[in-house]
């Protein structure tokens, strides 16, 4: 009898399968592969994609009307400045305030274009009006964010700003060396655009 009784106790044993010890160090492994081949899909979604160069686009607007001429003092306050001054070569008219956002984004661009073609006396330049500032208050913004180089007139009433038409900041007009207004730019100008509107000017004259 005892012998029966201990026989059957090894069969049960035998019934009940692997010990949950065994199963837990055999689950481990595997939920530890499947962590790490989690943890590899998310990083590799949530990556961030390159971001693609700036491209710019060709200019959509083609006009061909004579600026408009002006005097408006520089913001030393003691030199006038109309774009008859500048005939005989390329300006890009350009309308902002402090106040403007993208206008603040644009004026590195507007300085360094500047600059590179400054010892040309027939290559492109720019200036930048200030719309309703004071002298004061345009260059301790300036000085702020590190803009010495870029001419800048002051419409402070405004009048100039209405004889153009303009609406929107930032606003550039792309004058010809002739005088005439070609292209006209609504939004923040980027570096590369103005070499692409400095070659349209280029085309419209080759073309004439």
Partial sequence: MPKTIATQVE???????????????LILPLFGIFVALLMLALETRTQPEPTPAFQPAPPRSV?????????????????????SDYAGRPLFLNFWASWCAPCVRELPALEEFAAEHSGDENGPTVLAINLGETAAVISSFLAEIGIVNLPV????????????????????????????????????????????????????????
């Fill in 11 to 25: 069969r049960e044993k035998s019934r009940t399968g692997p010990s949950p010890t065994l199963l837990i160090l």
């Fill in 63 to 83: 006009l061909n009307f004579k600026a408009r001429d002006f005097e408006l003092p520089l913001l030393n306050g003691l030199t006038l400045v109309s774009p």
């Fill in 153 to 208: 007139a002051m419409d402070i009433n405004e009048v100039v700003k209405r004889d153009y038409g303009v609406q929107n900041l930032p606003t550039t007009f792309v004058i010809n060396a002739d005088g005439m207004v070609r292209h006209l730019k609504l939004g923040e100008m980027k570096y590369e655009e103005m070499g692409v509107y400095l070659a349209a000017l280029t085309n419209d004259t080759a073309e004439q």
